[in-house]
């Protein structure tokens, strides 16, 4: 008997549960037997009664066998795991060619913890990659927890009963619904992981020795410096006390329970103190230790076993190589971290990667005096991530503005979709270092993209990130944001007591764009009443939406009435309001909410980036077009009749390209090759003529002269003439590429194109044709899905325009139909990872629509790169070991 193929590499995954605890979900193989065996007889009679309709207290060799062996396809069977212990199985079983039955077992101890959910929704993705399209499902009308796994899941479900029991079918296709519920739950999981970890009770630091200037002494002494709210033990090898605190020679024999352990040992001991950990029941660890992907190919073998088997004990893990974490919660204080300052209480959420780099955030953050609620410094960043503290902190809700400073982003598409769901909520400042770091070896994995800076830049601010330069520029614009409302618009007024300092801002204001709507200059010995007076004109003022306040402080004099009249104005005004003191920068204790800046160009800079936000935050979001007329399955079995049996990326014929835009309602219009003048009279014939003669090869597309194109073409002689002066000026047909097509409307000409990144996934862009655009990188950038509203700006936001509006006698074009093929190609790309790629090319934009003219595409077997889009996963690093 032939073996069963093997299930593909994706279908494992390491995923949060309800609690935020991890655990492992396979499929099945022959070698469970024994570990499913004792899995079943970990489970109450109740719930088998409940799988199986009838008592069934144990299992034959023969039902051990059948539950085992499956071929994944057509009997599909996965199981979670959680400390190497089967907890879960779920199946599916062929009824026919689109439909399959679907069950779950879940061991009463891990039931009401999201299990059954996770293998519905990993079963789903299973059964959809093996072509079916249907589940059904069989339970007992009293089986009130399976009927809502099936319910809550967001499917379509038909019911009935038949003797007594109720069937359920649903579609398992993805819709928006069942994906919100996925996202929605996957967001809860990771924000309780990460809450536990930020929340201790108890403490353990592993490697805290009696032996001063170690890691392990300068942990226990910030802890305790910090005044850490809850129980700390220190464990080292002989168990010695340190400075008074409980010292114990391994983590169980901690008589009280330990939330998290901050690990200082040797990079090869730290798989001890993970077993330790594990078999104590701690929930998550902050590894210190350095010694491992940061110092070469043994250290990264040594991280992924890390991580493994942290996670294969159902632990998180923050680090490897990390400065570590902070609280300042009043109710935790928590400072697991080598940084002997914990900050003062703020409203922003700090997270890093490098630990050099955490240590000097955290000063310039006390010095200041900007505070924060947590602080995470991930180090290698093996498995927290950035993802998972931006889940954490949109549900905190002390943290009103998110700092990050990435090196990398591990999941890109994910970062993208929860920073826009984030965005709306609190902003999120981030400054997106390493763009030129390519070859050089850190800790973390650093996968590359190959779209340009401005795409990323673009994909930023499509989800609403506030994008800056440096560290500093950051602090500046959370000093502004965390302490002073949003600007409603550009309108701006400054406000001080020097000539030149004033013409400075309103010079930086012009080139962030901003409006200066007033410049108020005071007399260098201005008081605090003129001050007064002119910032109570331009808070009553309606155009104007931010001020600045400048201030040169005299010899001999505090400005300290100044500092009490700006702080006034700010408790009672809608309107942020900024300052610079010349020449030192008046303390923040001293001016409250007020961020003071060292130079005014410094102030403008942070309210521009206000604005920005405030702008994005008010642009409306749209919706996304429902596209009654499209025809997704159709497209596909296009795409994968065009690969099957590949490996290699195909390019697709332009037959299959019209077959595969005209399911999503896009016209690409036939041409017909011609390699002879009487192919081409032929061809003219049959498309009733007032054609086009023109050359496609590379080389010749899109040339600004338009000289590889003849048009208004309508008889046999003009098609001679035609073809003889083309022939002169491009070469033969047969390397020209030539190619009858109908004669389109005047416009301009754009183009569409979309592409598979393997890191932010699919990705859409616009753009005007010719050089000029093509030479300047002027093109605009989206994720899918897009809103109307994304489309409608992408179209409007390039440089080119207003060319779309008439500009020196153009065309003016239908924006409408523009944005509505920009949607259709999103949805397409978004719809079939299998297009590698899709350019439409020469598209003529006009009054009367927009006419595709010519297309490119390729398409390759589907990989597991949007495996994550459908069900929840952890980020896994390749070569994981448990």
């Not at 406000?495 to 012009?510: E, M, R, W």
């Not at 009490?564 to 008046?586: G, H, N, Y």
């Not at 160009?601 to 980036?609: P, Y």
Request: hydrophobic share 45%.
């Amino acid at each position: 008997m032939t073996a069963p193929a093997p299930p593909p590499e994706h279908w494992e995954a390491d995923v949060v549960l309800r609690d935020g605890s991890v655990a492992q979900l396979r499929p099945i193989t022959p070698d469970d037997a024994t570990a499913f065996v004792d899995f079943y007889a970990r489970v109450s009679g109740q719930s088998k009664y409940y799988r199986f309709f009838a008592p069934y207290p144990v299992l034959s060799k023969r039902d051990v066998q059948r539950f085992t062996t499956v071929d994944h396809h057509d009997r599909v069977a996965l199981v979670v795991t959680l400390r190497s212990e089967m907890i879960a199985v779920g199946r599916y079983d062929a009824l026919g060619a689109d439909a399959a039955e679907v069950a779950f077992l879940v061991q009463d101890d891990y039931q009401g913890r999201g299990v059954g959910q996770l293998l519905l929704e990993h079963l789903a993705q299973a059964g959809r990659e093996c072509g079916f399209a249907r589940f059904v499902a069989e339970v007992l009308p009293d089986n009130d927890a399976m009927i809502a796994v099936f319910r809550d899941q967001g499917y379509r479900l038909v019911s009935g009963y038949t003797d007594g029991v109720l069937r359920l079918e649903f579609s398992i296709d993805p819709t928006d619904t069942a994906i919100g519920v996925m996202q929605a739950r996957e967001h809860r999981a990771e924000a309780a992981s990460v809450q536990r970890i930020l929340h201790p009770r108890g403490v353990a630091v592993v490697g805290a020795g009696r032996q001063h200037d170690t890691i392990g002494q300068a942990l226990i002494r910030n802890l305790v410096r910090g005044d850490f709210c809850g129980r700390l033990y220190a464990v080292n090898a002989h168990g010695e006390p340190i400075s008074g605190l409980p010292a114990y020679s391994t983590v169980q024999q901690i008589p009280d329970e330990v939330d998290l352990a901050v690990v200082a040992v040797p990079a090869e001991a730290v798989p001890d103190v993970v077993l330790d950990c594990a078999a104590k029941g701690v929930h998550g660890l902050v590894v210190v230790s350095s010694g491992f992907a940061e110092i070469g190919d043994e250290g990264r073998r040594r991280q992924r076993h890390l991580v493994g088997q942290a996670r294969s004990h159902g632990l998180r893990l923050i680090g490897p190589n990390c400065l570590g974490i902070l609280n300042t919660d009043p109710s935790i204080r928590l400072n697991a971290s080598l940084s002997p300052v914990l900050p003062s209480r703020g409203r922003a959420g700090f997270f890093c990667q490098s630990g050099a780099l955490g240590l000097a955030i955290l000063d310039s953050v006390h010095r200041r005096g900007l505070g924060l609620t947590t602080f995470v410094s991930a180090g290698n960043r093996a498995d927290v991530s950035g993802n998972d503290l931006l889940q954490y902190w949109e549900e905190d809700a002390a943290t009103e503005v998110v700092l990050l400073y990435l090196e990398s982003i591990g999941n890109p598409r994910k970062f993208s979709r929860i920073a826009r769901r984030v965005g709306r909520r609190k902003p999120i400042v981030a400054v997106k270092s390493g763009r030129t770091t390519q070859g050089v070896p850190v800790g973390h994995a650093v996968r590359r993209s190959p779209l340009p800076p401005a795409a990323v830049d673009a994909i930023f601010e499509q989800a609403g990130v506030v994008q800056v330069d440096t560290l500093e520029e950051m602090l500046d614009v959370a000093q502004l944001l965390a302490g002073q409302p949003l600007p409603r618009g550009q309108g701006l007024a400054v406000i001080g007591n020097s000539d030149a300092l004033g013409l400075l801002a309103v010079d930086a204001a012009t080139a962030a764009g901003l409006q200066v709507g007033r410049l108020i200059t005071l007399r260098a010995e201005a008081v605090a009443d003129d001050y007064h007076r002119a910032l109570a004109d331009a808070v009553a003022d309606p155009a104007i939406d931010a001020m600045v306040a400048i201030y040169v402080r005299p010899i001999a004099t505090s400005g300290a009435g100044i500092s009490r009249e700006l702080v006034a104005v700010a408790e009672e005004s809608d309107k942020p309001l900024v300052a610079t003191f010349v020449p030192d920068a008046t303390g923040a204790e001293d001016l409250g909410s007020v961020p003071s800046y060292s130079a005014p160009e410094v102030a403008v800079r942070a309210l521009a980036h206000a604005v920005a936000y405030s702008t994005w935050l008010a642009r409306p979001t749209g919706q996304v077009a429902e596209l009654a007329d499209i025809r997704p399955r159709d497209a596909r079995e296009v795409v994968r009749d065009a690969v099957a049996g590949g490996t290699e990326t195909t390019r697709l014929s332009y037959g299959q390209l019209r077959e595969v835009l005209d399911a999503y309602g896009i016209d690409l219009w036939q041409r017909i090759e011609v390699a002879t003048l009487e192919e081409a009279v032929a061809g003219a014939d049959q498309l009733g003529w007032n054609v086009v003669l023109k050359a496609t090869a590379e080389h010749l597309r899109n040339r600004p002269d338009l000289a590889h194109v003849r048009r208004s073409i309508d008889s046999a002689d003009k098609m001679a003439a035609a073809w003889g002066t083309l022939s002169d000026l491009v070469g033969a047909a047969a390397t020209a590429g030539f190619v009858v097509q109908r004669t389109a409307a005047p416009g301009v000409t754009v183009s569409v194109e979309s592409l598979e990144d393997p890191l932010f996934g699919p990705i859409v862009s616009f753009g005007v044709c010719g050089a000029p655009s093509d030479l300047l990188a002027d093109r605009s950038y989206r994720i899918p899905p897009l809103t109307d509203a994304d489309a409608d700006a992408m179209v409007r936001e390039i440089k080119s325009a207003p060319l779309l509006f008439g500009y020196r006698g153009s065309p003016l074009v239908d924006l409408a139909a523009v944005a509505d093929l920009v949607q259709r190609v999103a949805r397409l790309k978004n719809d079939l990872p299998e297009v590698s790629r899709l350019d439409l090319d020469l598209v003529l934009a006009g009054a009367g629509g927009a006419t595709v003219l010519h297309a490119t595409g390729a398409a390759a077997v589907a990989s597991d790169a949007r495996s994550d889009w459908y069900v929840r996963r952890m980020n896994r690093p390749p070569g994981v070991q448990d």
